[in-house]
């Protein structure tokens, strides 16, 4: 193709038809990524626990362009769940081409406090069920430029102090991120972490209740803020679409500056 004719290219960032499983997707970031990628175009598939909060993502998409299914799973209930829910959603969207590895847990302790069933609790969801849905997707992830987006963190790049279980197993995603980049590029399927810095979700709403704690997550972070969930579309639609197809094993780090320091 020569430039001209890639610039008037249809929009590679484009994700019309392409069929996409969101895990997390009852609120946070998961959710806004869902609506995000139901307005480019997508049919998605919105997984959580809470069908209530699920269903309002889902009234939410009323509007958009895409489509949105919520489908009710707990990723850590048992080892075949997530292989279920991968099998519903295929079968719902009649194929997958995105998976969207959000749903996490952060239990905000320091190795003294940490508990061996709340380190179990955070490497179950934030490792262990990425890997099983990862290996259950692996199937349908064939047809070149399927992508699969694993939610890390900055937390997969440094840390921090007080949160071990956490980093641990945001780092763990971010190894996992590489091998699995590396093994499925035999099939030209692309695998990157998206790694947001402090976002305004639930996850952070015990500590910038605190004023001096949101003082200090302002102070860390260069821009002065924490993001909105919103923040995280456009990276995660570049991740998605066409517009990644030559990138793969890397991290998107979207933290106002924080690692840059
Ligand atoms: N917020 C931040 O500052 C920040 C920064 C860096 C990275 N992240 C990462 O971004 C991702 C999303 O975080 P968030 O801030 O949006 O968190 P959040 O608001 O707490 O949302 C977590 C999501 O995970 C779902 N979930 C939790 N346990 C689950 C389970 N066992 N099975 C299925 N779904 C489950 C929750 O839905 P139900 O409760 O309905 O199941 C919810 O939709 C996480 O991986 C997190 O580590 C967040």
Redo the contacts with the bound molecule.
Sequence with gaps: MTLTETAQAADTFDLTGRRAVV?????????AITLGFASRGAQVVA????AD??DETSRLSADLDGAVFPVV?????SDDGPAQMVARAAELLGGIDVLVN?????NEQGVDDTTTEEWDKVID??VR?QFLLCRAASPYLKDGGAKVIN?????GHVGTREEIA?ITS?HAVMGMTKALALEWARKDVQVNAL??????????ARAVSDDATAKYLRRMTPLGR?AQ?EEMVGPAVFLASAASDFMTGQALIIDGGYTAQ
């Excluded at 895990?23 to 959710?31: K, M, N, P």
């Excluded at 959000?102 to 952060?106: I, V």
Aim: with cysteine.
């Design positions: 895990t997390g997707a009852s609120r946070g970031i998961g959710r997984v959580a626990r809470s909060d699920l799973a707990d990723l850590c209930s959000n749903a996490g847990y952060d969801l934030n069920s939610i890390a963190s900055i937390f956490y945001k790694c947001p810095g402090f976002v305004d979700t639930d996850m952070i924490w969930p």
